[in-house]
């Protein structure tokens, strides 16, 4: 399955990878763990927040272009923009933000 038409199947199936919710001392994280050939497509935020790829390989995909990551490895997620991450191999993604869900 090529880059786009994981992104489309994500899409229009609504689907996407398992996810564990953290919360801890007001930093929300959610954690993926994605096999390799699947897409994330993110949602857009209204802040600047981080995103961890903790081990593995990637494509990710942003309105700036697309790049090859592996982890370790720290991605500032801009306000307002979507990004994709296409995965190469089997890989652990946190993204991570300030309060949001917090009870």
């Avoid at 609504?14 to 390799?36: C, D, F, Q, W």
């Avoid at 993110?42 to 802040?47: A, Q």
């Avoid at 720290?74 to 309060?99: H, K, M, N, P």
């Amino acid at each position: 399955m090529s880059f786009t038409d994981a992104i489309e199947h994500v899409r229009e199936n609504g689907a996407s990878p398992p996810e564990t919710k953290h919360y801890i001392g007001g930093v929300h994280l959610n954690e993926y763990r994605i096999k390799a050939g699947m897409a994330l497509i993110s949602e857009r935020h209204m802040h600047n927040h981080a995103n961890i790829l903790a081990s593995g390989s990637a494509i990710l995909r942003t309105p700036k272009g697309d790049k090859t990551i592996t982890g370790p490895l720290v991605v500032e997620q801009e306000s307002g923009v979507e990004y994709a991450l296409l995965t190469i191999t089997d890989v652990v993604w946190f993204c991570i933000q300030r309060g949001h869900g917090v009870g």
